[in-house]
């Protein structure tokens, strides 16, 4: 089993950046692609990025490309979602997960296995 802990998130304003931290335990991470989802209120949940292990290919929504990077460090076993530029509509429980064996279920919740408890981020001023 994979044990995912988000942190790093919290209050900026509009224009501000943070980098959220998806740290892995009870195994590496080598296999697995790893995807960001966030859920703002009264909202379904939606990926906002992706990283696959096997070929480091990722993938991005549209409204958060150019502005959030998603890497890895495999030393800490840790991936990582630099947000820079944030705007009020970033404002969302931002999850990590995992999935087997690359991004290519990007969008679909359904398809990912091992899921962290959620950090906030809150983007006003």
């Known amino acids: 089993q994979v044990q995912l802990v988000e942190s790093g998130g919290g209050l900026v304003q509009p224009g501000g950046s943070l980098t959220l931290s998806c740290a892995a335990s009870?195994?590496?991470?080598?296999?697995?692609?790893i995807g960001w989802f966030r859920q703002a209120l009264g909202k379904e949940r939606e990926e906002v990025a992706c990283?696959?292990?096997?070929?480091?290919?990722?993938y991005y929504e549209d409204s958060v490309k150019g502005r959030f990077t998603i890497s890895r460090d495999d030393a800490e076993n840790t991936v990582y979602l630099q947000m820079s530029s944030l705007k009020p509509e970033d404002t969302a429980i931002y999850y990590c997960?995992?999935?087997?064996?690359?991004?290519?279920?990007?969008?679909?919740?359904?398809?990912?296995?091992?899921w962290g408890q959620g950090t906030q981020v809150t983007v006003s001023s």
């Open positions: 009870g195994s590496t991470l080598d296999d697995y692609a």
């Open positions: 997960a995992t999935v087997l064996p690359d991004c290519s279920k990007y969008g679909s919740a359904y398809w990912y296995d091992y």
């Open positions: 990283l696959s292990s096997s070929d480091g290919r990722t």
